[in-house]
């Protein structure tokens, strides 16, 4: 089984995530933002012999495909290994609400655990992925920048150009548009099925990217679509608290947790100084159980 980490900044809790699954079969796949130097994980740190930064890099944007191609990256590297049958996303700042070993045998029982609904009955969603955005670069991204960041690079004009003739095409007819939290976990067959579309459909994987925050829109719709699905289905192993602003709410201490619901194996969004005494009293919770 394999975690697949999204990491740009939070270099402590990513090493609470690495301590924890550095055994009970996990392997630990990290791409890591290009615009973050490696330094600020590497320097002063050993990592276990089963967690790999993969090499291939990419520069995240809130918002743009970039954060499927990353996302697709970790999920390749990890399904090279033959033993790989799940994968698991989440971000470095992410620790574990059950013990490992506990997450590894429900999601062995039950793999596929994704957020979707059908984006038609929320239609700022589903304009998302029937209107156009390019958000994959400094001068188009929808984060706050400072003017002298926003030029534009040659990249971000090819991307442009790409964007104006796919415009001319359309969208891909879908037969629904689904949405739902970025954070998910897959068994292989779901996700190479799903890596092979993507793979081979040019005009599905670009109608994607030139979509608004894909990463909520891209897995969730190929997942649901393959599978048939007419309801929606909340699902998902991760646990965000979207109720205290500001959403979604950073946890700075261990008593800000909130009981741990049924089905909800990790939660993110542990501020990197907390993420060590929330681990702590978490693997401590575990042990008195």
């Not at 743009?64 to 399904?79: E, I, P, Q, S, W």
């Not at 003017?147 to 095409?169: K, S, V, W």
């Not at 579309?197 to 994607?208: I, P, Y």
Request: proline fraction near 7%.
């Amino acid at each position: 089984m394999a975690l697949l980490v999204l990491a740009h900044r939070a270099p402590g809790g990513l090493e609470q995530l690495a301590r924890v699954f550095a055994t009970g079969g996990f392997r630990i796949h990290v791409h890591l933002d290009r615009k973050i130097d490696p330094q600020a994980y590497t320097a002063g740190r050993t990592w276990p012999d089963n967690l790999r930064f993969i090499e291939e890099r990419h520069e995240i944007f809130w918002g743009g495909f970039n954060m499927v191609r990353a996302t697709v990256a970790l999920a390749r590297d990890a399904l090279r290994h033959p033993r790989t049958t799940a994968c698991v996303l989440v971000s470095d700042d992410t620790l574990p609400l059950l013990a490992p070993a506990r997450i590894h045998a429900e999601i062995s029982a039950r793999p596929d655990r994704i957020d979707v609904g059908l984006a038609k009955r929320n239609p700022p969603f589903l304009r998302r992925y029937t209107d156009w955005f390019f958000m994959d670069s400094p001068a188009t991204s929808a984060r706050p920048l400072a003017i002298e960041d926003r030029g534009i690079d040659a990249a971000t004009l090819d991307a442009l150009q790409r964007l104006a003739r796919a415009q001319l095409r359309g969208k891909h007819p879908l037969p629904e548009v689904w949405s739902g939290s970025q954070w998910w976990s897959l068994g292989r067959p779901m996700l190479e099925g799903i890596l092979d579309e993507l793979a081979r459909d040019d005009w599905l994987r670009e109608s994607f990217e030139f979509a608004a925050v894909p990463d909520e829109l891209a897995f969730q719709t190929l997942y649901a679509n393959r599978l048939g699905l007419t309801a929606r289905s909340f699902t998902g192993p991760m646990l965000t608290d979207m109720t205290r602003q500001p959403a979604p709410f950073v946890f700075q201490a261990f008593e800000e947790l909130p009981a741990i619901p049924p089905g909800k194996f990790f939660v993110r969004k542990v501020a990197d100084t907390a993420a060590t005494e929330c681990m702590r009293r978490l693997a401590a919770s575990w042990e008195a159980a």
